[in-house]
């Protein structure tokens, strides 16, 4: 029987896990921390998608085979509620003794085998995967026929420094700066209420944030932002451009509202701004800010208390530097998936990094189809192949930076690798109900 390991225990990974493990393979995966650790850290955050975009046919079968109430397909839910529902799948009699938490893949390599040998040569194939992974007993190895990467991005986030690299005194200050979403409402309260805080970025994570402190200024008026945002607005004057045919009314309203904070008195929105330089004295952030303004370029400092970085994310490629993988130049995840989003993404008139939040109104065309389905050829099973034979990248990792990902997309790439593990084109265990 092939042996199919899964890496990352997110919603993809224990997706990839449920559909090898009831394709009758002898699947394993491993979690380096608790079960959907990355969705965990954002778990107070609302998702935008409705629960029938984040579920596939397959689990909701298996669920309700058991008499598992679940909630209605058009409501959404919260990051914490998503992988609550996770963990009913790992539960699952089909999973028992296959999901390994607490146990990090730190080395990924073919048995005897090194990156530099047999390329484009069948004796690749015959070497068996070797992993060693570490869980709190030590480390020891595991072998697998195939892998199954579904590792996420979400602890590799984008600097805040000017061109996508720290700038000087960010590293030094990184504890300090929020890289992952806080919960202004919750937890991190304290911190934000009547201060002032650097918010960067201009996409979901960045609206989400100016979300919450807009909320929080009802009740601590004395609270500011400082808004700072690479690209410059577009010619409608707001920040995010709504969609006529935006799908989902949860990211429309959270649009609107940071386009809302934008005009707001204790918000300093500045577009076309980088930030050059970050300082932490004293409790408090120094900041040099960098705007072109009519064609030059103007230096301030600015004091505040938070930095809420919201830059994005991009892949963590270390797992793969022992096997043949060719990343795409720009997107920083697998080549051939990098390439279709680029285009898919220059025709729906967008940017790599922060979708179609920056979409111009002149692109905006009635017959349009919403960003999420344009190219479908994003969803080609031929995309999953690899030049290294039997490893597949899933889940937001295959995008690499390109901030489009969706779980549906995750659902239709899992259903395909199994579709090539199992040399069986017809193999579709969601019986033909995902598109
Ligand atoms: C604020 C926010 C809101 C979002 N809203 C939506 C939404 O509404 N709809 C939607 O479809 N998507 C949404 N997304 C995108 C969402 O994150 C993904 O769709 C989903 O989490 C991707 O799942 P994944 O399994 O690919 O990766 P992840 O959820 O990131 O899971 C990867 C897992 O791999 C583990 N891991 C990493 N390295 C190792 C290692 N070496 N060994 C073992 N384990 C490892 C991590 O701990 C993690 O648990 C949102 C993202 C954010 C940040």
């Known amino acids: 029987m092939k042996q199919v ?103 990924l390599t073919r048995e005897r085998v090194l990156k530099s040998d047999f390329a484009d040569d069948p004796r690749r194939v015959q070497a068996p995967f070797r992993l060693v992974v570490r869980d709190e007993s030590g480390e020891r190895v595991v072998h697998a026929d195939c892998v199954i990467d579904a ?23 990184q504890s300090r700066i929020d890289y992952a979403l806080p919960d202004v409402l919750g937890r991190d309260r304290e911190r934000f209420a009547n201060r002032h805080t650097l918010v960067v970025g201009s996409g979901h994570s960045a609206a989400s944030t100016l979300r919450s402190i807009g909320d929080l200024m009802h009740d601590f008026p004395q609270t500011r932002v400082t808004w700072v945002v690479r690209r410059d607005v577009p010619p409608h004057g707001a920040p995010y451009t709504l ?14 509202r940071a386009n809302e904070m934008a005009n707001d008195v204790r918000v300093d929105f500045r577009p076309r701004t980088v930030i050059d330089d970050i300082e932490y004295s004293n409790g408090s952030f120094r900041v040099v800010l960098n705007t072109v303004e009519q064609g030059e370029v103007r230096r301030r400092e600015i004091a505040c208390d938070n930095i809420a970085c919201h830059t994005g994310f991009r892949p963590d490629t270390s797992l793969w530097r022992e096997l043949q993988i060719v990343e795409h130049p720009a997107t920083g995840g697998p080549f051939s998936l990098g390439e279709v989003l680029l285009t898919a993404n220059r025709r729906a008139g967008v940017g790599l990094s922060t979708g179609y939040a920056e979409r111009q109104t002149t692109d905006l065309k009635d017959s349009e189809p919403p960003i999420e389905n344009v190219g479908d050829e994003r969803n080609d099973e031929r995309l999953l192949l690899q030049n290294e034979p039997n490893f597949y990248v899933v889940g937001i990792k295959s995008y690499g930076r390109d901030a489009g990902f969706l779980m549906q997309n995750g659902f239709r790439q899992v259903r395909d690798v199994y579709k090539i593990i199992t040399k069986n084109t017809d193999f579709d265990l969601y019986e033909g109900t995902l598109d």
Not at 12 to 31: H, N, P, S, T
Not at 35 to 43: A, D, F, S
Not at 151 to 173: H, L
Not at 243 to 256: K, M, V
Request: aromatic share 6%; hydrophobic share 35%.
């Open 151 to 173: 590792t996420g991005v979400y602890a590799t986030p984008n600097p805040a420094g000017n061109g996508g690299a720290r700038c000087p005194g960010e590293s030094a200050n």
């Open 5 to 107: 390991v899964i890496i990352g225990g997110g919603p993809i990974g224990v997706e990839a896990a449920l559909y090898g493990a009831m394709a009758g393979l002898d699947v394993q995966l491993f979690e380096r921390g608790q079960l959907c650790e990355n969705v965990r850290t954002w778990g107070h955050i609302g998702l935008f998608t409705e629960w029938k975009r984040n579920r596939s046919p397959l689990a909701v079968r298996l669920l309700h085979e058991l008499g598992v109430e679940l909630p209605p397909q058009e409501t959404t839910s919260s990051g914490d509620e998503l992988a609550d529902y996770v963990g009913q799948l790992a539960n699952l009699e089909a999973l028992r003794g296959r999901i390994f938490l607490h146990t990090e893949v730190v080395g």
């Open 243 to 256: 969609a006529p045919d935006e799908s989902s009314p949860q990211r429309d309203e959270l649009h609107r």
